[in-house]
C-alpha cells in the first residue's frame, strides 16, 4: 500500500461530533425506543438476538423492498445492512417472493426430503467445487456440523481456529471472537477466550487459537500438538474485523500444511459464499479445501444452512454410521427460497453488478480518503467490504485493537443520520450490498462518508 499523507485526528473533536449525531439520531426513532420498553415486558432485554442491540438505541424495521428499508418511526434508509449480509438478493426480490408463495400454500414443512434438493445441491457443486452436501436452519449449525465431520473422520479431536474469527454461537468455537487485547496472551501462544460466560473451559482445551494470515503460527500448532488436531476452519477472508483478505499463498500454504498432518481444512464461507464472487472464496482465492459452510445468502432471506465436503467427509453420513440431523434441515420453504436465490438471482452474470457497486463505493470513498488525509483505505471484494480506520494494512485481529472505535461509531452515526442503514455498530464496520443496489444508492453511502471525512479531519 502506498504511504499516503495523513491528518492526525483530535479525540476531543470525535468525542464532539459523536454527541452532536447521537442528539440529532435519538429524536428520529422514537417509536422503536418506545416499542423496545414493551417489548422488554416479555423478551429478554427487548430483542430477539443481543446483537439487535446495540449502541445508541435499538432500530425496529417495519418494512423491506430493493434496497430500501424502513423503520418504526416511518425513516427510509438505503440498506448497507442486509441483515447481515444475508439479503444480497435484496429485499422481496420478486422471484424469491414468488418461489415462496408458490411453496407456502403447497405446505412448510414435512421433515421429509422434497423436489428442489438435487437443483439445490447442484448448484452448490457448480459453485464450490465439493461433491455432497446436507442442509441445515443456520451458520452456527453448518460450523457445528463441519468441525463435527472433521473429528469423526480423524479420530482427534483438536480444532485450530483464527482469533478475531466468528462462526456461530456453539461451544465448539465461540472463543476468542473479539478477545480482550489484556488477556489474549503472547502472539504465538494465544489464550483461547469464550467469547460468553456458561461455555465449559472443557471446551476451550479442544481449541487452539492461531492468528490470521501467518502459516509459521499453524505449523507451530501443529507441530507442538502433533498427531492431535483433526483440522483448522478458517473464513477465508475475514469479514467480522472489518474485511482481512488473505495474503497469496496463505490458503493454498494452510490446505497443504494441515493434510500433511492428516487433518482437515474448512472454509467458513457462511459470509462469503455467493457473496464475494459466485463460487465464493473457492473460486475468488482459486484453493478448494475439505469443508465449505454455507448460510446467510443461500437463502434469499430464509433461514438457511449448508454444508458442503468430500466423499471421504461424508462417507460416514452417507453409509449411516453417522447421524448429521435436524427437523427443520432441507424445509421445503427454504429450498423454494434457495433454488430462486441460486438459480435465478445470484446468477453468474449478477456478480459483474455487484462489482460495478463494490468499485464505485471504492473509488468514491478511497478518493474521499485521500482528499482529507483521513487515516484509513477500503477494502472489499463483490458484495463486501468495509474502511479500515488505520493508516496501515491489517493482517489479522491484533492488528486491528490500537483503532479507536469511537471512529467507525462516529462513521456509523454519520449514516445513519442521513439516511444509510449500516450493521448495527461494531468496532469495524462492513458493508453488504445486494443486486438490487444502484449505481446511486452507492453514490449516496460515498456522499455521506466524505461528508464524516471532511468532518472528522477538519
Ligand atoms: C463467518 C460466520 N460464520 C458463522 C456465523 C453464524 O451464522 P448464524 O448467525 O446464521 O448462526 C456467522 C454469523 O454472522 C458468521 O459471520
Known sequence: MAVRETVELDPDRIDSLIEEEEDELEPKHRVSIEYKKEVGRTVAGGVASSWQDSPPHTIFIDRGQGSRIWDLDGNAYTDFHLGYGAMVAGHAHPKIVEAVQRQAVRGTHFAQPTRDLDVVGENLVDRFALPLWRFCNSGTEATLEAVRLMRAATGR????????????????????????????????????????????????????????????????????????????????????????????????GLTDLLHQRGAFLAFDEVKTGATIAYGGAVEAFGVTPDVVTLAKAIGGGLPCGAIGATEELFGPVVSGEMDMAGTFNGNPLTLAASKATLTEVLTK???????????????????????HGLPAYVTGLGAKGSVIYSATRVREYRDTVSIDERITYLAWLFQQNRGVFKSPWSKQETWTTSVQHSIEDAERYVANFDEFAAAITS
Open 157 to 252: 479431536d483438536l480444532i485450530l481456529k483464527i482469533e478475531g474469527s466468528y462462526h456461530g454461537h456453539h461451544d465448539s468455537l465461540m472463543f476468542s471472537v473479539v478477545p480482550d487485547p489484556e488477556q489474549i496472551g503472547p502472539r504465538e501462544h494465544p489464550i483461547t477466550l469464550p467469547q460468553v460466560p456458561g461455555i465449559p473451559q472443557a471446551f476451550a482445551n479442544l481449541v487452539r487459537v492461531v492468528p490470521f494470515n501467518d502459516l509459521d503460527e499453524v505449523r507451530r500448532a501443529l507441530d507442538e500438538n502433533d498427531g492431535k488436531v483433526a483440522g483448522m476452519i478458517v473464513e477465508p477472508a475475514m469479514m467480522n474485523c472489518g474485511v482481512i483478505m488473505p495474503e497469496p499463498g496463505y490458503l493454498q
Open 349 to 371: 452474470d449478477s456478480y459483474g453488478h455487484l462489482n460495478e457497486i463494490y468499485h464505485a463505493l471504492e473509488d468514491g470513498c478511497e478518493a474521499a480518503i485521500e482528499r
